[in-house]
């Protein structure tokens, strides 16, 4: 049973527009959210995330929000590049764990 | 740093056949864990170790076998290969704490088994 869904497998955008990517989760136990990105042939590196405490966090181009009523984030990214295609997958974890759960991933193709 | 060292990259393996991944940080992270990426099914977690000794299972441990002997090392054996642990394998480690800590990854292993 998957407990953090990306229900976009994939998204094109054109470069200088704004890229929402959405994540649900379904475990009320999660309190920290996480999104990393991919390229090809490399692993994961991390890229933004937040506490339940918030409903919003902002790095530079990349600002996540929380819903927690509707268990879901988003990522979005604005002003998108084509250096920004890559999948990203967002993860979840609840309370003092180390363990993250991570969802399906969606692949962002931005295109010049 | 070197970070986290995976070998190999690339792995082709018969059914039945056993085979070792190795996994390797730098950092003195007491956390680490083996991810597989499929299509469709995202990163899952295998197995992870929250120190020396100490293994715990994941959401798809079976057919996979862990230990940590040191804190550095962190390898996952596949004990009887099958043709649905065709993936690509990713190790990570972090400092313990909770998940506020960063994980990092390693490159990847391409495991084909035939």
């Known amino acids: 049973d998957q407990q953090v869904k990306q229900n976009s497998p994939s998204l094109s955008v054109q470069e200088g527009r704004i890229s929402i990517l959405n994540c649900d989760y379904t475990?009320?136990?999660?309190?920290?959210f996480l999104w990393y990105k991919k390229y090809p042939a490399e692993g994961p590196t991390f890229l933004i995330s937040i506490s339940s405490i918030k409903d919003k966090n902002e790095d530079g181009r990349f600002t996540v929000f929380l819903n927690k009523s509707a268990k879901h984030l988003s990522l979005h990214i604005v002003p998108s590049q084509p250096g920004d295609s890559a999948v990203y997958f967002c993860a979840a974890a609840g309370g003092a764990t180390n363990k993250l759960i991570f969802g399906t991933g969606t692949l962002l193709a931005v295109q010049p | 740093n070197a970070g986290v060292t995976q070998t190999p990259k690339f792995q082709v393996l018969k059914t039945g056949q056993s085979m070792t991944l190795q996994c390797a940080q730098d950092?003195?992270?007491?956390?680490m864990s083996w991810y597989r990426q499929d299509p469709g099914m995202g990163l899952r977690l295998i197995h992870y170790s929250v120190g020396a000794g100490i293994t715990d299972q994941g959401e798809v441990p079976n057919g996979y076998n862990v230990s940590r002997s040191t804190t550095e090392d962190f390898p996952l054996r596949l004990l009887s290969a099958a043709p649905s642990q065709t993936s690509v394998y990713f190790c990570?480690?972090?400092?313990?704490?909770?998940?506020?800590?960063?994980?990092?990854f390693g490159p990847g292993t391409r495991l084909t088994v035939l």
């Open positions: 475990n009320s136990m999660f309190d920290y």
């Open positions: 950092m003195n992270h007491e956390y």
């Open positions: 990570a480690s972090k400092l313990a704490g909770g998940p506020y800590n960063e994980q990092f």
